[in-house]
């Protein structure tokens, strides 16, 4: 069965980290970039978490997990040995809840991605949960070649969108339009180098 793939907006959403260790801790690092409202529960916390506790920049509960502990829940990341992801699993099934289980394929309904973000691109790469270092290893080679201005296509794809959007222009003609937009780009670029350099 495929994967769907799926983009969240975590911001002001409550997430439950289950776990303290050096994963949990990346983890709750991404999450925080995402502008999550985090809540970390664990019997033996990392520095780092207990520092992001003492900061008010993360609730953290220094016990095991309790099946209360997903009350507000929108999302569960567990990073804990495999016995209490899959009590976690079972508990969030019954909620209704996707729970990302790090390197754990039984207890995850939900899989993490490699990720690359640049000038407001985001594009994540998965494996379906099956070879987490393959998925970083080709986000890495993604990175190599997506070009350093992505930010300047960002911005005439969305420049160009508003205008398609005001004159109707139909979704199945508006890629050859952007193609040609971004190929401007370029062409301006090589017009001022040209300019700079012809005597």
């Known amino acids: 069965m495929s994967l769907y793939p799926l983009f969240l907006k975590l911001s002001g959403r409550r997430v439950l980290v289950v776990g303290g260790g050096t994963v949990a801790t990346a983890k709750v690092a991404a999450l925080q970039e995402a502008g999550a409202d985090i809540a970390v529960v664990a ?30 829940t929108w999302l569960v990341v567990s990073a804990a040995t495999p016995e209490v992801n899959r009590i976690v699993a079972a508990a969030a099934e019954s909620r209704r809840l996707f729970v990302l289980a790090v ?9 993490g991605a490699g990720t690359l973000r640049r000038g407001g691109v985001t594009v994540a790469v998965s494996t ?34 508003a205008d398609w959007r005001a004159a109707g222009v139909p979704m199945a003609e508006r890629r050859p339009l952007l193609l040609r937009a971004l190929n401007q780009l370029y062409q301006g670029k090589s017009s001022t180098i040209d300019a700079k350099v012809t005597p």
């Open 43 to 72: 019997p033996e916390p990392a520095p780092e978490l207990l520092q992001a506790a003492a900061a008010g920049k993360i609730s953290l509960a220094r016990r095991s997990f309790e099946a209360g502990d997903l009350a507000g």
């Open 103 to 111: 390197d754990d394929l039984a207890a995850a309904s939900a899989y």
């Open 128 to 161: 379906e949960g099956r070879a987490p270092a393959l998925a970083g290893l080709l986000r890495e080679a993604l990175e190599a070649v997506l070009p350093d201005d992505l930010d300047a296509w960002l911005a005439a794809a969305d420049s160009a969108r």
